[in-house]
């Protein structure tokens, strides 16, 4: 009797985890159709509802062609809206339909924990709940950007940062190396619904990075293709002309290094001092 009445209840716990929701957060991809991986495709055909956070009806009508409810996201934009309030509805609709015990698919551009507030959210979320909650990534448009640009970051090392930040807070750039950075056509943007070029605010970026750099220094303006018949955007001005070009929120710039890598002296000494001793010891 003992052994049936624990058959009966890890029958029922079975049952009941099987009820469950799950949550996963999937990339797919910069370019539409050739960057989404097999995972994030079952990710995506095996949960009950998908929520799209995708800014091209082109990607929304390829992904319900994988999925019957397929829900976009992105008419809880609005003008004059703040931003946070929509990513904050955003998991809210996600966790609704996960506490109902359904199976959530939240698909984002590239990478969803890039540049991707509500993912990592509404996974924290999930989880602090005890619900099962996956990210699983995708090819993002820094993944894009060194393929396109033909540059290693790890020859003189990379930097990114968010344009915004870099005039917001006191960071430290280093010339030496590369230099990305993100959503420069929307820099200084604080208010709610504010999405122009912000040309004066760019000048201030360039004000700050002509500290470092000279102002013929060469920027790379860079767009990534977003469907496989496109070729990715690459334009090549100078610092000085930064303020003034036409950007969009979707170009990325980078600046090649200014400087040349210099010799830290006192560490190669000691590093050769260190070597002294270890080859000393392996002898012994």
């Known amino acids: 009797m003992v052994d049936l009445l ?12 099987s009820n469950r929701g799950r949550l996963s957060c999937v990339g797919l991809g910069m370019t539409l159709g050739s960057h989404l991986t097999p995972l994030a495709r079952s990710h995506i055909q095996q949960a009950d509802v998908v929520f799209a956070a ?3 009806a082109i990607a929304e009508e390829w992904l319900k062609r994988m999925h019957s409810d397929v829900r976009s996201l992105q008419p809880y934009y609005g003008e004059g809206k703040p931003r946070i309030k929509t990513y904050r509805e955003w998991v809210a609709l996600m966790m609704d339909e996960l506490r109902a015990g359904k199976r959530v698919c939240g698909v984002f551009y590239g990478h969803p924990g890039i540049f991707a507030w509500s993912p990592h959210k509404v996974i924290e979320e999930a989880r602090a709940e005890g619900y099962d909650a996956h990210m699983e990534p995708g090819i993002s448009a820094e993944d894009c950007l060194y393929a396109d640009l033909g540059f290693d970051p790890g020859r003189y090392g990379c930097q990114h940062f968010e ?6 807070c006191d960071r430290r750039i280093d010339p030496a190396g590369y230099l990305v950075l993100w959503q420069v056509g929307v ?9 122009d070029n912000g040309l004066a605010y760019r000048a201030l970026l360039v004000e700050l990075l002509g500290k470092d750099y000279p102002m013929d220094h060469e920027v790379i303006i860079y767009r990534g293709a977003t469907l496989p018949i496109e070729r990715p955007r690459i334009q ?5 002309e930064l303020a003034e070009v036409p950007m969009t929120a979707e170009e990325t710039v980078v600046l090649p290094p200014a ?9 190669l000494e000691r590093l050769k001092a260190l070597d002294a001793v270890t080859q000393t010891g392996a002898a012994a």
């Open 6 to 17: 624990k058959t009966a209840g890890d029958g029922a716990s079975l049952l009941a985890e």
């Open 54 to 56: 995708l800014s091209d």
């Open 163 to 168: 344009a915004s930040q870099l005039l917001y």
């Open 236 to 240: 090549r001005i100078t610092l000085r």
């Open 187 to 195: 820099i200084g943007n604080r208010s709610v619904g504010r999405f």
């Open 259 to 267: 400087v040349t890598l210099q010799p830290n002296r006192a560490m």
